[in-house]
């Protein structure tokens, strides 16, 4: 059941996060642009991760927005989750180095989710992150039992993040309040990660 709040302040727990998720959609293929990739660059399938080499791309993509979910998993349930039947995982490489991910759950073949997708520092800009989503696009939408695909991303992400959804033809359609542990305060991040949300260590609830 859906639970939906009311309007007005609602205090966290002491330790937590809150963020405000938008769920984003579309239900038809673009045009194919004809871009070529950028220079240096090819799409990888992943086969299989190691635990490891996840976890620091995912730290290096995401630590600096708080991407949380998968820091939060032990290592049965991430190896679960990564090699789950229909989730496909792809890369993109430029001089022999992993420059990204990008994460599809196949899992009901009509209604398809973009799980992740994010870029290293060094490889924002330049068009490498249209490229890499028009690839996402080729992939989902040559598979006929596709109807839709959609992601969700959150405030506590890139400004940019957004945005860019919806050039590429996403159109929000849900949000919702996402509350969990901050990773920074039980060990799973740095404590520097994300300067951008203010790391509250000894809470107090306030009298709402």
Request: hydrophobic share 45%; aromatic share 10%; glycine share 8%.
């Given at each position: ?134 690839e996402a696009f080729r992939i989902v939408w040559s ?40 990773p920074r305060l039980i060990g799973r991040l740095d ?18």
């Amino acid at each position: 059941m859906t639970r939906i709040l009311p309007d007005g302040y609602h205090a966290l727990a002491p330790g937590k996060l809150a963020n405000v998720v938008t769920f984003l959609e579309t239900t038809a293929p673009p045009a194919p642009s004809g871009r070529p990739a950028p220079a240096g660059y090819r799409l990888e399938r992943v086969e299989r991760w190691t635990l490891a080499e996840f976890r620091r791309l995912y730290v290096e993509i995401g630590a600096r927005w708080l991407w949380t979910s998968r820091m939060l998993m032990s290592d049965a349930v991430l190896a679960e989750r990564l090699h789950r039947p229909g989730t496909e995982a792809y890369v993109p490489v430029s001089d022999g180095k992993v420059m990204g991910i990008l994460e599809l759950d196949f899992a009901d073949p009509a209604d398809v989710e973009l799980s992740f997708f994010g870029l290293v520092p060094e490889a924002i800009g330049g068009g490498v992150g249209r490229w890499l989503m028009e690839e996402a696009f080729r992939i989902v939408w040559s598979r006929p039992e596709t109807r839709r695909l959609w992601l969700h991303t959150c405030h506590f992400d890139s400004p940019q993040a957004l945005p860019f959804y919806v050039r590429m033809g996403f159109s929000p359609y849900a949000r919702a309040v996402e509350v969990h542990d901050d990773p920074r305060l039980i060990g799973r991040l740095d404590p520097a990660a994300g300067p951008h949300v203010p790391v509250i260590a000894e809470a107090r609830l306030p009298d709402l």
